[in-house]
């Protein structure tokens, strides 16, 4: 995948920011649609070279501005084939200052695949460890079901190395159904891709 170039914003910035859709006292984030506003926010959090190695190309470090804008705009456009609301892409941001820390979302699938949808997140270096995608996570998978009923199955694709991705999926209910081997290869390191699976009857 090539570097995105910047895009033209759907809506300015000065604009208010989105309501919360929910929120979470005990991690202390709120999850809300992205907002242009959120560009430096997501530049700071994005900016880690231990988060772009799990990350697919696009995901660049050093993290330019315009990629950030480009990733709001990207974000607000994600939907359901047939359903063109809600949007299936969200900010995950701090409670306290409505700051954003990460993001979670998911893209369906098309074809004889079309009840299943590829589940993505990722989360500031600076808040990993407290429980935070573990607990958005478990939320966004329950959403997701209620919201959608033609959707039978939500899978992750993590990178092998990812272990932390993996614990946050196990806790989130999803199953390990299998390694593609060697199948991503990024700045000349090949590596697997590890697929976890969870479907509509195990969510609980």
Known sequence: MSSPEPQEKAQPEDTPLPPPLITFPSANVLVRLHHPSDAPAIQAAGDSPRIAYFMGRAFASPFPLALAHYLVGYANTITAPGRPDPLLCYAICDAATNTFIGTIGAKPRDDVESGTFVVGYW?????????????????????????????????????????????????????????????GEKDGEVFGIETFGLLREECV
């Open 123 to 183: 989360l500031g270096e600076k808040w990993w460890g407290r429980g935070i995608m573990t607990e958005v996570l478990r939320w966004y998978v329950k959403w997701g079901f209620d919201t959608f009923d033609g959707v039978r199955r939500l899978e992750g694709l993590v990178h092998e190395k990812n272990d932390g991705s993996k614990k946050v999926l196990g806790k989130a209910g999803f199953v390990y159904e299998g390694t593609r081997r060697k199948a």
